[in-house]
């Protein structure tokens, strides 16, 4: 049940922050440049924060809990990203194909949906699923601290703080819950580093 958590906890942030990384770099790209210059301004102070202190502080403000935590991730971990999908939406934008849209008279709404987010959003995957392991492990860090699931409900960040009171009594409750997190971190990178190398395979040819 833990495991099961933690990797859903996972997906869920890696989906929030690529789908807010995607609207926010699509607009600042297509947007006037006065909201380009905003936009990037709010990116690069994010990007000043260690996305872990920000998610601390988030958490602290709104609460220990389960969806607190996962909003704290996503609003930490998102800017990044942007920041590459504002650079493809920059360079999709002067395509021929988007040119000859925009000529015809179809609105900037309708080519950001139409002919962007699809060209972005795949390379865009390709990158953020390389963090994937670094969100496994700042969730199983912030609720060891207490600041995610609360009991009864399991998760392996939790659990690890539940065992520390029993280290020497039943050493295990420690010892199956930490493998577990190292052993989904470790297959998060191989997969995330697999997906990368194919991509980039796919780019050169």
Not at 13 to 20: F, I, K, R, W, Y
Not at 53 to 69: E, F, T, W
């Amino acid at each position: 049940m833990g495991l099961r958590r933690s990797l859903f906890s996972a997906l869920v942030v890696l989906a929030g922050s690529m789908t807010v990384s995607i609207l926010v770099g699509v607009i600042a790209g297509l947007s006037p440049r006065w909201l380009d210059s905003v936009l990037g301004r709010v990116i690069d102070v994010l990007l000043a924060i260690p996305s872990l202190v920000l998610a601390l502080a988030i958490v602290g403000l709104l609460g220990p809990g389960y969806l607190n935590l996962l909003l704290a991730l996503i609003v930490s971990s998102w800017a990044a990203d942007a920041r590459l999908a504002r650079s493809l939406t920059l360079d999709l934008a002067h395509r021929p194909y988007v040119t000859a849209a925009r000529l015809s008279g179809i609105g900037t709404a309708e080519i950001a949906f139409r002919h962007i987010v699809p060209a972005v959003m795949p390379r865009l995957f390709v990158v953020a699923t390389l963090r994937l392991g670094g969100i496994v492990v700042a969730l199983a860090g912030l609720s060891f601290l207490g600041l995610g699931v609360q009991q009864p409900d399991a998760e392996l960040g939790a659990m690890l703080g539940d065992a520390r009171k029993f280290l020497t009594a039943a050493p295990w409750l420690l010892i199956v819950p930490a493998t577990a997190i190292l052993a989904m971190t470790t297959a998060a990178n191989l997969i995330a580093d697999g997906l990368h190398r194919r991509g980039s395979v796919r780019g050169r040819a």
